[in-house]
């Protein structure tokens, strides 16, 4: 059935059985309408004395009006839209950024129509978006890389590093370049989720274990644990415990959901670095940018602050704090 507006006679119609005790199912039926608009006109257009119809009829054309001539979304927020998607932005950080900083706002079901469009017109807005190819489904398969000894189960974790109630409490994981030789070292913050990225050019657990303690060493006092998965690269995991004075745990295999935050990051990370891509060519600077597009980008998870914002707080809290126990 094709939705047709309630004409005046429909709303004099409406009143007059209104008025003679019918309730609004029965009203719908003699009317040949669905319910629910019966109900929306006796809810919206009634007025302080009641439901009038030459009153319902104003209010409902004024409405219809006002929405006819809402204001568009102005160049100016188009062009923020189009600086932050540049920035890697995701459509839905845009919005919520704009609505937190109290900005002329746009939803983002509105920004990814406006990207589609340019894509049908021969733009590249396009290109910004993170997922550029359809997902496939992972094969599984039986372990064939060995076991680490003297491994912590994630079972053993203490619940507080679940509930991210606790600043210190670190996930990290590899992500490997072409030809499976060189890699990137990603570590993140669970409360916070910042990011750290370092390249190493072998992906042994010498070169793993070396990049995990050089990067965690500036925050060595406020990291209580680690976690990975079950990568023959973390097979130093007792060396860096001691290292960082911290707890080392072990996810279960093929549970990737155990580290969501990590392999979300680990999928961000791709936009800037795709599969098939030789790690070789990558430099400091290649790596700094991405960490600062990162690091400097909304999170909703955060009330859309930004990670950097969220560390920055939290380490400050914590040194505060241990400052004053000291």
Same mark, same amino acid.
């Given at each position: ?56 009829? #104003? ?15 102005? #160049? ?96 990290? #994981? ?153």
């Amino acid at each position: 059935m094709i939705y047709t507006h309630l004409t005046r006679d429909e709303r004099y119609q409406i009143a007059i059985l209104a008025k003679a005790n019918f309730n609004q199912s029965e009203i719908a039926k003699m009317m040949d309408r669905d319910k629910s608009s019966i109900s929306r006109e006796l809810r919206r257009n009634r007025g302080l004395r009641g439901y009038r119809p030459k009153q319902a009829n #104003d209010k409902a054309q004024e409405r219809r009006l006002a929405c006819a001539n809402s204001p568009r979304v102005a #160049d100016s927020t188009w062009a923020v839209v189009e600086e932050k998607l540049a920035e890697a932005w995701s459509p839905e950080q845009i919005s919520g950024h704009l609505e937190a900083s109290h900005q002329p706002g746009v939803s983002y079901e509105s920004i990814y129509q406006y990207i589609y469009a340019d894509k049908r017109a021969g733009g590249t807005l396009h290109k910004t978006l993170r997922c550029q190819k359809t997902r496939k489904k992972r094969s599984s398969g039986r372990e064939r890389r060995g076991t680490i000894s003297h491994q912590v189960s994630i079972e053993l974790r203490p619940d507080i590093v679940l509930e991210r109630a606790r600043f210190g409490d670190w996930e990290a #994981d590899l992500v490997i370049g072409a030809g499976q030789k060189q890699a990137l070292v990603t570590i993140n913050e669970r409360v916070s989720r910042y990011s750290i990225i370092f390249h190493v050019p072998f992906k042994t657990a010498q070169a793993v274990g070396d990049a995990l303690i050089t990067l965690l060493k500036p925050f060595a006092h406020c990291v209580h644990t680690l976690t990975t998965d079950n990568g023959k690269e973390f097979a130093q995991h007792e060396r860096i415990a001691s290292a960082l004075s911290a707890d080392f745990f072990f996810a279960h295999p093929y549970a990737s959901w155990e580290r969501g935050a990590n392999e979300n990051m680990n999928g961000l990370i791709r936009q800037f670095f795709p599969k098939g891509m030789r790690f070789n060519c990558i430099t400091d600077d290649d790596i700094a940018l991405a960490m600062h597009r990162l690091n400097h980008r909304p999170r909703k998870c955060l009330g859309y602050r930004t990670p950097h914002q969220v560390f920055m707080e939290q380490l400050e809290s914590y040194q505060h704090t241990v400052a004053l126990q000291a």
